[in-house]
Protein backbone atom coordinates (compact mmCIF):
# COMPACT_ATOMS: atom_id res chain seq x y z
CA UNK A 1 0.00 0.00 0.00
CA UNK A 2 1.39 3.40 -0.50
CA UNK A 3 2.88 4.82 2.32
CA UNK A 4 4.05 8.58 0.81
CA UNK A 5 4.58 10.30 -1.72
CA UNK A 6 8.49 11.13 -2.79
CA UNK A 7 9.64 12.73 -5.97
CA UNK A 8 10.70 10.36 -8.76
CA UNK A 9 13.86 9.91 -10.62
CA UNK A 10 12.31 10.72 -13.54
CA UNK A 11 10.68 13.69 -11.70
CA UNK A 12 6.75 12.72 -11.27
CA UNK A 13 5.73 11.63 -7.74
CA UNK A 14 4.52 8.51 -7.40
CA UNK A 15 3.48 6.51 -4.12
CA UNK A 16 6.90 4.35 -2.80
CA UNK A 17 6.27 1.12 -2.96
CA UNK A 18 8.21 -1.85 -1.19
CA UNK A 19 9.08 -4.73 -3.90
CA UNK A 20 11.12 -7.66 -4.23
CA UNK A 21 13.65 -8.32 -7.40
CA UNK A 22 14.86 -12.36 -6.31
CA UNK A 23 18.40 -13.00 -7.77
CA UNK A 24 21.57 -11.04 -7.61
CA UNK A 25 22.81 -11.25 -11.42
CA UNK A 26 23.11 -9.34 -14.02
CA UNK A 27 19.01 -8.78 -14.61
CA UNK A 28 18.50 -8.65 -11.35
CA UNK A 29 20.72 -5.90 -10.56
CA UNK A 30 18.98 -3.91 -13.56
CA UNK A 31 15.56 -4.25 -12.55
CA UNK A 32 16.85 -3.37 -9.15
CA UNK A 33 18.34 -0.36 -10.55
CA UNK A 34 15.60 0.71 -12.53
CA UNK A 35 13.13 -0.01 -8.76
CA UNK A 36 15.25 2.42 -7.31
CA UNK A 37 15.51 5.00 -9.37
CA UNK A 38 11.71 5.23 -10.00
CA UNK A 39 11.97 5.78 -5.88
CA UNK A 40 10.80 2.55 -4.60
CA UNK A 41 11.96 0.52 -1.75
CA UNK A 42 13.64 -2.53 -3.16
CA UNK A 43 14.14 -5.47 -1.15
CA UNK A 44 17.04 -7.10 -3.34
CA UNK A 45 17.61 -10.95 -2.54
CA UNK A 46 20.61 -12.87 -3.35
CA UNK A 47 22.27 -15.62 -2.18
CA UNK A 48 25.72 -15.03 -1.24
CA UNK A 49 26.09 -12.82 1.70
CA UNK A 50 29.35 -11.06 0.96
CA UNK A 51 28.26 -10.11 -2.46
CA UNK A 52 24.83 -8.91 -0.69
CA UNK A 53 27.36 -7.23 1.89
CA UNK A 54 29.01 -5.34 -0.95
CA UNK A 55 25.74 -3.81 -2.59
CA UNK A 56 24.65 -2.49 0.46
CA UNK A 57 28.22 -0.70 1.49
CA UNK A 58 29.03 0.39 -1.52
CA UNK A 59 25.78 0.03 -4.13
CA UNK A 60 28.19 -1.71 -6.89
CA UNK A 61 27.55 -5.86 -7.93
CA UNK A 62 31.39 -6.28 -8.83
CA UNK A 63 30.60 -9.83 -10.23
CA UNK A 64 27.47 -9.25 -12.46
CA UNK A 65 27.48 -5.34 -12.92
CA UNK A 66 30.74 -3.85 -12.29
CA UNK A 67 31.06 -0.01 -12.29
CA UNK A 68 27.14 0.46 -11.71
CA UNK A 69 26.45 1.98 -9.17
CA UNK A 70 22.73 0.83 -8.07
CA UNK A 71 20.62 3.71 -6.50
CA UNK A 72 18.29 4.65 -4.68
CA UNK A 73 16.76 2.84 -1.42
CA UNK A 74 17.89 -0.52 -2.19
CA UNK A 75 17.70 -3.26 0.50
CA UNK A 76 20.43 -6.16 -0.18
CA UNK A 77 19.19 -9.28 1.96
CA UNK A 78 19.83 -13.19 1.73
CA UNK A 79 16.67 -13.60 3.68
CA UNK A 80 14.42 -14.53 1.25
CA UNK A 81 11.34 -14.71 3.33
CA UNK A 82 11.81 -11.39 4.73
CA UNK A 83 11.95 -9.77 1.31
CA UNK A 84 9.05 -11.30 0.32
CA UNK A 85 7.25 -10.93 3.28
CA UNK A 86 8.06 -7.22 3.06
CA UNK A 87 6.92 -6.69 -1.02
CA UNK A 88 3.63 -5.66 -2.29
CA UNK A 89 5.11 -7.26 -5.84
CA UNK A 90 7.78 -9.79 -6.23
CA UNK A 91 9.87 -9.37 -9.38
CA UNK A 92 12.01 -12.93 -9.93
CA UNK A 93 14.98 -13.01 -11.78
CA UNK A 94 16.80 -16.47 -10.91
CA UNK A 95 17.43 -18.87 -13.93
CA UNK A 96 15.50 -21.33 -15.04
CA UNK A 97 17.64 -24.48 -13.65
CA UNK A 98 16.97 -22.73 -10.27
CA UNK A 99 13.47 -20.99 -10.33
CA UNK A 100 11.16 -23.89 -9.03
CA UNK A 101 13.47 -25.13 -6.04
CA UNK A 102 13.57 -21.31 -5.08
CA UNK A 103 9.80 -20.48 -5.22
CA UNK A 104 8.82 -24.02 -3.80
CA UNK A 105 10.92 -23.93 -0.77
CA UNK A 106 9.51 -19.99 0.10
CA UNK A 107 5.73 -20.85 -1.33
CA UNK A 108 4.33 -20.12 2.31
CA UNK A 109 5.64 -16.94 2.33
CA UNK A 110 3.73 -15.72 -0.57
CA UNK A 111 0.39 -13.61 0.18
CA UNK A 112 -2.84 -13.74 -1.79
CA UNK A 113 -3.23 -11.59 -4.52
CA UNK A 114 0.42 -10.73 -4.15
CA UNK A 115 1.82 -9.54 -7.78
CA UNK A 116 4.37 -12.41 -9.08
CA UNK A 117 6.25 -11.23 -12.47
CA UNK A 118 9.22 -13.97 -14.09
CA UNK A 119 11.55 -12.24 -15.83
CA UNK A 120 13.48 -15.39 -16.57
CA UNK A 121 13.90 -16.70 -20.41
CA UNK A 122 13.40 -20.34 -19.91
CA UNK A 123 12.55 -23.61 -20.12
CA UNK A 124 12.34 -25.62 -16.97
CA UNK A 125 13.17 -29.48 -18.13
CA UNK A 126 10.90 -31.82 -17.11
CA UNK A 127 7.68 -31.24 -18.49
CA UNK A 128 9.04 -28.41 -20.76
CA UNK A 129 7.23 -26.22 -18.35
CA UNK A 130 7.32 -22.10 -18.86
CA UNK A 131 8.47 -19.72 -15.45
CA UNK A 132 5.00 -18.31 -15.14
CA UNK A 133 3.31 -22.27 -15.07
CA UNK A 134 5.80 -22.77 -12.56
CA UNK A 135 4.15 -20.08 -10.16
CA UNK A 136 0.81 -21.07 -11.03
CA UNK A 137 1.31 -24.56 -9.93
CA UNK A 138 3.48 -23.37 -7.01
CA UNK A 139 1.53 -19.86 -5.47
CA UNK A 140 -1.39 -20.36 -7.37
CA UNK A 141 -3.19 -17.45 -5.24
CA UNK A 142 -0.75 -15.08 -6.66
CA UNK A 143 -1.10 -13.21 -9.23
CA UNK A 144 1.07 -13.70 -11.81
CA UNK A 145 2.81 -11.62 -14.91
CA UNK A 146 5.54 -12.19 -17.06
CA UNK A 147 7.73 -9.55 -18.31
CA UNK A 148 10.02 -10.17 -21.49
CA UNK A 149 11.52 -8.27 -24.70
CA UNK A 150 14.97 -6.73 -26.19
CA UNK A 151 16.39 -6.03 -22.45
CA UNK A 152 19.94 -5.85 -22.96
CA UNK A 153 20.58 -5.84 -18.43
CA UNK A 154 24.20 -4.08 -19.60
CA UNK A 155 22.26 -1.46 -21.85
CA UNK A 156 19.20 -0.78 -19.13
CA UNK A 157 21.89 -0.16 -16.35
CA UNK A 158 23.49 2.81 -18.49
CA UNK A 159 20.09 3.99 -19.19
CA UNK A 160 19.91 3.22 -22.58
CA UNK A 161 16.68 4.13 -23.64
CA UNK A 162 14.52 0.54 -23.36
CA UNK A 163 10.88 -1.06 -23.95
CA UNK A 164 9.71 -3.97 -22.50
CA UNK A 165 6.61 -5.95 -22.29
CA UNK A 166 4.26 -7.24 -19.40
CA UNK A 167 1.81 -10.24 -20.24
CA UNK A 168 -0.94 -10.86 -17.70
CA UNK A 169 -4.14 -12.00 -17.56
CA UNK A 170 -5.16 -9.49 -14.71
CA UNK A 171 -5.21 -5.35 -16.36
CA UNK A 172 -4.63 -4.54 -12.39
CA UNK A 173 -0.88 -6.41 -13.14
CA UNK A 174 -0.20 -4.97 -15.97
CA UNK A 175 -1.04 -1.45 -15.35
CA UNK A 176 1.02 -1.80 -11.71
CA UNK A 177 4.40 -3.09 -13.31
CA UNK A 178 3.79 -0.39 -15.93
CA UNK A 179 4.01 2.27 -12.95
CA UNK A 180 5.90 0.46 -11.21
CA UNK A 181 8.98 0.22 -14.02
CA UNK A 182 7.75 2.81 -16.43
CA UNK A 183 10.56 6.03 -16.83
CA UNK A 184 12.34 8.63 -19.30
CA UNK A 185 14.67 5.63 -20.53
CA UNK A 186 12.26 2.58 -19.86
CA UNK A 187 8.62 2.33 -21.49
CA UNK A 188 6.96 -1.29 -20.45
CA UNK A 189 4.21 -1.83 -22.74
CA UNK A 190 1.29 -4.56 -22.12
CA UNK A 191 -0.01 -7.76 -23.76
CA UNK A 192 -2.65 -10.50 -22.59
CA UNK A 193 -0.86 -13.57 -24.09
CA UNK A 194 1.22 -15.02 -21.28
CA UNK A 195 2.28 -17.99 -23.23
CA UNK A 196 3.39 -16.25 -26.24
CA UNK A 197 5.59 -13.60 -24.39
CA UNK A 198 7.27 -15.85 -22.23
CA UNK A 199 7.79 -18.89 -24.90
CA UNK A 200 8.99 -15.81 -27.02
CA UNK A 201 11.93 -14.81 -24.97
CA UNK A 202 12.75 -18.34 -24.60
CA UNK A 203 12.80 -19.02 -28.07
CA UNK A 204 15.01 -16.31 -28.92
CA UNK A 205 17.81 -17.62 -27.20
CA UNK A 206 18.51 -20.28 -29.23
CA UNK A 207 18.55 -18.16 -32.78
CA UNK A 208 21.02 -15.71 -30.47
CA UNK A 209 23.60 -18.56 -30.75
CA UNK A 210 23.01 -19.48 -34.09
CA UNK A 211 23.51 -15.72 -35.07
CA UNK A 212 26.64 -15.91 -33.18
CA UNK A 213 27.93 -18.83 -34.94
CA UNK A 214 27.17 -16.89 -38.52
CA UNK A 215 29.00 -13.92 -37.07
CA UNK A 216 31.76 -15.75 -36.18
CA UNK A 217 31.84 -17.08 -39.65
CA UNK A 218 31.28 -13.85 -41.40
CA UNK A 219 28.39 -15.06 -43.22
CA UNK A 220 27.09 -11.51 -44.47
CA UNK A 221 24.20 -9.25 -43.66
CA UNK A 222 21.88 -10.74 -46.32
CA UNK A 223 22.60 -14.69 -43.83
CA UNK A 224 22.21 -12.70 -40.98
CA UNK A 225 18.38 -11.21 -42.29
CA UNK A 226 17.49 -15.07 -43.55
CA UNK A 227 18.39 -16.19 -39.95
CA UNK A 228 16.97 -13.49 -38.07
CA UNK A 229 13.63 -13.93 -40.29
CA UNK A 230 13.64 -17.55 -40.93
CA UNK A 231 14.12 -18.08 -36.90
CA UNK A 232 11.51 -16.15 -36.66
CA UNK A 233 9.29 -18.31 -38.63
CA UNK A 234 10.56 -21.17 -36.79
CA UNK A 235 9.90 -20.07 -33.66
CA UNK A 236 6.32 -18.94 -34.23
CA UNK A 237 5.38 -21.96 -35.86
CA UNK A 238 6.18 -24.36 -32.62
CA UNK A 239 4.76 -21.57 -30.41
CA UNK A 240 1.62 -21.30 -31.83
CA UNK A 241 1.16 -25.45 -32.12
CA UNK A 242 1.30 -25.28 -28.18
CA UNK A 243 -1.22 -22.14 -27.95
CA UNK A 244 0.60 -18.69 -28.51
CA UNK A 245 -1.07 -15.97 -30.05
CA UNK A 246 1.34 -15.51 -33.59
CA UNK A 247 0.58 -11.64 -33.67
CA UNK A 248 2.68 -11.57 -30.39
CA UNK A 249 5.46 -12.62 -32.07
CA UNK A 250 5.20 -9.19 -34.21
CA UNK A 251 5.71 -7.09 -30.92
CA UNK A 252 8.76 -6.06 -28.68
CA UNK A 253 9.08 -9.31 -26.94
CA UNK A 254 8.97 -11.28 -30.39
CA UNK A 255 10.71 -9.99 -33.30
CA UNK A 256 12.27 -7.00 -30.91
CA UNK A 257 14.02 -9.52 -28.85
CA UNK A 258 14.95 -11.56 -31.62
CA UNK A 259 16.65 -8.68 -33.30
CA UNK A 260 18.40 -7.27 -30.38
CA UNK A 261 19.74 -10.64 -29.52
CA UNK A 262 20.52 -11.87 -32.57
CA UNK A 263 22.73 -8.81 -33.52
CA UNK A 264 24.43 -7.81 -30.69
CA UNK A 265 27.68 -9.58 -28.69
CA UNK A 266 26.05 -8.18 -25.12
CA UNK A 267 24.07 -10.93 -25.78
CA UNK A 268 25.53 -13.67 -23.81
CA UNK A 269 23.93 -16.65 -26.44
CA UNK A 270 25.42 -14.84 -29.05
CA UNK A 271 28.78 -14.84 -27.13
CA UNK A 272 28.27 -18.66 -26.89
CA UNK A 273 27.41 -19.18 -30.76
CA UNK A 274 30.41 -16.66 -31.65
CA UNK A 275 32.96 -19.01 -29.40
CA UNK A 276 31.73 -21.41 -30.77
CA UNK A 277 31.74 -20.58 -34.05
CA UNK A 278 35.58 -19.29 -33.53
CA UNK A 279 36.15 -23.04 -32.52
CA UNK A 280 35.98 -23.06 -28.88
CA UNK A 281 34.57 -26.34 -27.25
CA UNK A 282 30.88 -25.52 -26.13
CA UNK A 283 31.75 -25.98 -22.26
CA UNK A 284 35.04 -23.80 -22.55
CA UNK A 285 32.69 -20.92 -23.87
CA UNK A 286 30.19 -21.45 -21.31
CA UNK A 287 32.92 -21.42 -18.47
CA UNK A 288 34.55 -18.86 -19.65
CA UNK A 289 31.04 -16.36 -19.82
CA UNK A 290 30.53 -17.36 -15.95
CA UNK A 291 26.86 -15.83 -16.35
CA UNK A 292 24.02 -17.61 -17.30
CA UNK A 293 23.35 -18.55 -21.09
CA UNK A 294 20.01 -20.40 -21.32
CA UNK A 295 19.65 -20.89 -25.12
CA UNK A 296 22.03 -23.56 -24.64
CA UNK A 297 19.43 -25.60 -22.18
CA UNK A 298 16.13 -24.36 -24.15
CA UNK A 299 17.50 -25.78 -27.38
CA UNK A 300 17.72 -29.34 -25.83
CA UNK A 301 14.08 -29.43 -24.54
CA UNK A 302 13.07 -27.65 -27.47
CA UNK A 303 14.92 -30.30 -29.77
CA UNK A 304 13.33 -33.20 -28.32
CA UNK A 305 9.53 -31.21 -28.02
CA UNK A 306 9.70 -30.37 -31.36
CA UNK A 307 10.18 -34.00 -32.69
CA UNK A 308 7.62 -35.63 -30.40
CA UNK A 309 5.12 -33.05 -31.57
CA UNK A 310 6.08 -33.33 -35.08
CA UNK A 311 7.05 -29.58 -35.60
CA UNK A 312 9.44 -28.80 -38.57
CA UNK A 313 12.24 -26.48 -36.75
CA UNK A 314 15.72 -26.70 -38.68
CA UNK A 315 17.57 -24.31 -37.18
CA UNK A 316 16.99 -26.03 -34.06
CA UNK A 317 17.90 -29.27 -35.38
CA UNK A 318 20.87 -28.09 -36.86
CA UNK A 319 22.12 -26.14 -34.26
CA UNK A 320 21.44 -28.87 -31.57
CA UNK A 321 23.95 -31.28 -33.95
CA UNK A 322 26.78 -28.70 -34.35
CA UNK A 323 26.48 -28.22 -30.30
CA UNK A 324 25.79 -31.87 -28.96
CA UNK A 325 26.54 -34.12 -32.05
CA UNK A 326 29.44 -34.31 -34.05
CA UNK A 327 28.43 -32.44 -37.21
CA UNK A 328 30.62 -29.84 -39.00
CA UNK A 329 29.38 -26.68 -39.33
CA UNK A 330 30.12 -26.42 -43.20
CA UNK A 331 27.45 -29.06 -43.13
CA UNK A 332 24.96 -28.20 -41.68
CA UNK A 333 24.68 -24.86 -43.50
CA UNK A 334 24.97 -26.91 -46.84
CA UNK A 335 22.18 -29.37 -45.72
CA UNK A 336 19.98 -26.24 -44.75
CA UNK A 337 20.34 -24.21 -47.58
CA UNK A 338 19.97 -27.15 -50.24
CA UNK A 339 16.73 -28.42 -48.08
CA UNK A 340 13.51 -28.43 -49.73
CA UNK A 341 12.56 -24.51 -50.77
CA UNK A 342 9.27 -23.27 -49.35
CA UNK A 343 6.49 -20.65 -47.96
CA UNK A 344 7.66 -17.92 -46.63
CA UNK A 345 5.16 -16.63 -44.20
CA UNK A 346 3.21 -19.54 -43.65
CA UNK A 347 0.20 -18.29 -41.88
CA UNK A 348 -0.42 -16.35 -45.47
CA UNK A 349 0.60 -19.29 -47.77
CA UNK A 350 0.93 -23.17 -45.39
CA UNK A 351 3.37 -24.60 -46.21
CA UNK A 352 2.37 -27.77 -48.51
CA UNK A 353 5.82 -29.89 -49.53
CA UNK A 354 6.82 -32.38 -47.18
CA UNK A 355 10.64 -32.19 -45.50
N1 LIG B 1 21.01 -10.31 -18.42
C1 LIG B 1 20.09 -9.91 -19.30
O1 LIG B 1 20.35 -9.06 -20.17
C2 LIG B 1 18.72 -10.50 -19.24
C3 LIG B 1 18.46 -11.70 -18.59
N2 LIG B 1 17.20 -12.20 -18.57
C4 LIG B 1 16.93 -13.48 -17.91
O2 LIG B 1 17.06 -13.33 -16.51
C5 LIG B 1 17.38 -14.61 -15.94
C6 LIG B 1 18.54 -14.39 -14.99
O3 LIG B 1 19.62 -14.03 -15.80
P1 LIG B 1 20.81 -13.07 -15.37
O4 LIG B 1 20.49 -12.28 -14.17
O5 LIG B 1 21.20 -12.34 -16.59
O6 LIG B 1 21.90 -14.19 -15.03
P2 LIG B 1 23.35 -14.02 -14.43
O7 LIG B 1 24.14 -15.16 -14.94
O8 LIG B 1 23.83 -12.66 -14.63
O9 LIG B 1 23.09 -14.22 -12.85
C7 LIG B 1 22.52 -15.40 -12.38
C8 LIG B 1 21.99 -15.12 -10.98
O10 LIG B 1 21.23 -16.25 -10.55
C9 LIG B 1 21.73 -16.68 -9.30
N3 LIG B 1 21.54 -18.10 -9.13
C10 LIG B 1 22.08 -19.10 -9.84
N4 LIG B 1 21.68 -20.28 -9.33
C11 LIG B 1 20.89 -19.99 -8.27
C12 LIG B 1 20.20 -20.79 -7.33
N5 LIG B 1 20.25 -22.12 -7.37
N6 LIG B 1 19.51 -20.16 -6.36
C13 LIG B 1 19.46 -18.85 -6.31
N7 LIG B 1 20.09 -18.02 -7.16
C14 LIG B 1 20.80 -18.61 -8.13
C15 LIG B 1 23.20 -16.31 -9.33
O11 LIG B 1 23.69 -16.30 -8.01
P3 LIG B 1 25.23 -16.64 -7.67
O12 LIG B 1 26.03 -15.49 -8.19
O13 LIG B 1 25.22 -16.74 -6.19
O14 LIG B 1 25.56 -17.93 -8.39
C16 LIG B 1 23.11 -14.94 -9.95
O15 LIG B 1 22.69 -13.99 -9.00
C17 LIG B 1 17.70 -15.54 -17.13
O16 LIG B 1 16.60 -16.37 -17.37
C18 LIG B 1 17.90 -14.59 -18.29
O17 LIG B 1 17.55 -15.17 -19.53
C19 LIG B 1 16.16 -11.54 -19.13
C20 LIG B 1 16.36 -10.35 -19.78
C21 LIG B 1 17.66 -9.75 -19.92
O1 LIG C 1 17.29 -11.60 -23.06
C1 LIG C 1 18.17 -10.81 -23.24
C2 LIG C 1 17.95 -9.52 -23.92
O2 LIG C 1 16.62 -9.30 -24.19
C3 LIG C 1 19.54 -11.11 -22.77
O3 LIG C 1 20.06 -12.02 -23.64
P1 LIG C 1 21.30 -12.92 -23.20
O4 LIG C 1 20.80 -13.79 -22.08
O5 LIG C 1 21.67 -13.64 -24.43
O6 LIG C 1 22.36 -11.97 -22.73
Known amino acids: MPEKIEPLANGAKEPVHDVAVLGGGSFGSAMAKVLGENGHRVHFWMRDEAQAEEVRTTGINSRYMPGVEIKGDIRPTTDLADAIGKAEIVFVAIPSKAFRTVIRENSSKFRDGQIVVSLTKGIEAHGFKLMSEILLEE ?15 SEIVNRDLTATVIAAKDPDVRRTVQDLLGCEYFRVYANVDIYGVELAGALKNIYAIVAGLASALDMGENANAMLITRGLAEMSRFAVSLGANPMTFMGLAGVGDLIVTCTSSKSRNFRIGYAVGKGQKLDDAVAELGQVAEGIYTLELVK ?14 GLYEILYGDASISAVINSLMMSVQNSDVEFILPRTIAE
Open 139 to 153: IPRCRIGVLSGPNLA
Open 304 to 317: EKAEAIGIYMPLVR
